[in-house]
């Protein structure tokens, strides 16, 4: 066949594409890492600034708070402005706000930093997501956009790891340096992200053909163009209105609730992940380090599930990871007075297990969604999805308090059934498709 007559989504893998992934990855290294040091640092600075249970609650919850608000605005904003525009505004954000928190002497502050870092992760999911599946050839797609997830978990490691060291070297103070600390990886991402350019599929819907066609054989080679490219130019546009009728509502409470039920879970394990250890009696170097394996764990289930997403397909991929993890929290709420070694196995087989959920957060919306609205309806499911998450986390140490820690991990339990439950009835195989498939409401 011509290249002149092949879709670019049925392209080799190439040099760009590889620094496309290196430029997005980082956005998830970034958020992974933001989202998680709170966790590391949060026994001492609730000390330090005197907060109590409410305001402890809130400042974790704060960054899932603002996610809720920067997924629906950057959504917004990305499918109108662009990918490229917010793809470099996001580094900067959580530069500023990352040293705002060493200066931080309140809750109330605390807060409304960590708050501003997460409208700067809500503006990731839909920008970076988006970015990169419409350039990833279809083979190439599901396995690289799972990968993200385990650069989430990667970053959230670094956090436990980073920030234990800073803690331990430190004095009293020293959780100041450990949220800080996420300043440095914020000016690494904005350094790598320059010069990458816009999406040539959002340029082609907004009537700039000649930008799109510039970039495409600047990517694919000469002889490549706006007709390889054919279901974009045949396309029907989709409203946004489309994500409440007809399918896409029906895809969008699917997103939403699945996405919703494999967060709750885990932003609770890594926002108060000391707090858990210590309420299942481990305490000093089993708390310490084994936050840091538990979230090691993370990312080699989300490793697995990369590996295996193409050979079981998306539909089987989450459904046995709610079902499995969902059993190893039931022993977690079971045994939950157990040796310390039951205690990190079963937490160890909860963070396999759900990897499958966890990598599919980001490849289902990117692949069930129009062009049109591809980054509003990541940014939308990654806004709803938090809202659980946030109301999950501020309820952590008091559920801790209130109905103890076996019941808290039979609450836990029952999200993730509720997370099968609509896996089984609603979730689609998108495996093999290529995006104008994966997105027609007729398979």
Known sequence: MRKGSVSIEDVQLNGFHRLLSIRAGGGWIMDGYV????????????????????????VAASALIGI????????????????????????????????????????????????????????????????????????????????????????????????????????????????????????????????????PRWLMGKGRQAEAEQIIKKVYGPHFGLHNLPEEQAAKKVTLSSLLRFGYGQRMLFVTVFWTCSVIPVFAVYSFAPRVLQALHLDGEWEAWGSVAITVLFVVGCMIATQVINLIGRRSLVIHSFLWSGVALLGLGYFSNGEALLILALFGAYAVLIGGAQVLQLVYPNEIFPTDIRAFAVGMGASLSRVGAAVGTWLVPISLHTIGIGNTMYVAAAVSGVGLLISLALAPETRSMSLQEAASLGH
Request: charged share 10%; net charge neutral; hydrophobic share 55%.
């Open 35 to 58: 989202l998680s040091i709170i966790g590391v640092a949060s026994v001492q600075f609730s000390a330090a600034l005197h907060l109590t249970s409410f305001w402890e609650g809130m």
């Open 68 to 199: 809720f608000f920067g997924g629906f605005f950057g959504g917004w904003l990305t499918d109108r402005i662009g990918r490229k525009p917010l793809f470099l505004f996001t580094p900067v954000l959580f530069v500023i706000c990352s040293l705002a928190q060493y200066w931080a002497h309140s809750g109330e502050a605390l807060f409304v930093y960590r708050f501003l870092v997460g409208i700067g992760v809500g503006i990731e999911y839909p920008v970076a997501g988006s970015l990169l599946t419409e350039f990833l050839p279809r083979k190439n797609r599901g396995p690289l956009l799972a990968a993200l997830t385990i650069l989430w978990f990667a970053g959230a490691a670094l956090a436990y790891i980073a920030g234990n060291i800073i803690l331990s070297h430190g004095e009293a103070d020293s959780w100041r340096l450990v949220l800080a600390s996420s300043a440095v990886i914020g000016a690494l991402l904005f350094v790598i992200r320059i010069g990458t350019p816009e999406s």
